[in-house]
C-alpha cells in the first residue's frame, strides 16, 4: 500500500519564509520613503498661499518689497506657527506635519521658511524636515528656487 503525503514538507514552508522574508526586507524601506513623501506634500502644499500673497506684495512694492514684504503686512500672513510672544513651535490648525510658517527678508528678498513637526524627520532621522522657498526676480515674472532638508532627501517635489 502506498503511503500519500498531505500538505507540505518543512523545507517548502521554509523557502516560502525566505521568499517572504526578502520581500519585506526590500518593501519597507519603499513604503517608508513613499509615505514621507505624502507627507511632505502637506509642506510644498502650505506654500501656495504665502507663495500668492508674496508675489502680489512684490508686484504692489517692486522698489520695496525688502521693506514692505515682511510677515504680518500687506496681506501676508503673520508667522502662524509661534505661540504668542514665545518661540515655540505649535502644529497650525488642520496640519499634521506643518509646525511653522514664515516669511522673513533674506538677501532683500522675502523668504518663505516652512518647518515640519519633529514626527517628520529628515532621512538621517536627526531633524525636523525645512522646506525653503526664495523668489526670483525676472524679466518673466516671479520664480521661486526651493531649497532646505525637504528638497536635499528629494521629499518636496515642486
Known sequence: ?????????????????????ILA????????????????????????????TVEICMFDFPDSY????LAGSNGIA?????????????????????????????????????DATTTLKNKAGTAALQYILTPVVASAGIGWVASGSCVTDSLCVQ
Open 25 to 52: 526586507a526590500v518593501a519597507i524601506p519603499f513604503y517608508s520613503d513613499f509615505t514621507k513623501k505624502a507627507q511632505a506634500t502637506e509642506i510644498v502644499q502650505s506654500a501656495s498661499t504665502l507663495k500668492t
Open 78 to 114: 503673520a508667522n502662524l506657527g509661534f505661540a504668542a510672544g514665545t518661540q515655540t513651535a505649535i502644529v497650525l490648525p488642520g496640519t499634521k506635519v506643518v509646525a511653522n510658517k514664515n516669511v522673513t527678508i533674506i538677501g532683500g528678498v522675502p523668504v518663505i521658511t516652512i
Open 1 to 21: 500500500m502506498k503511503n500519500v503525503s498531505k500538505g507540505f514538507t518543512l523545507i517548502e514552508l521554509m523557502i516560502v519564509v525566505a521568499i517572504i522574508g
Open 66 to 69: 525688502d521693506t514692505q514684504c
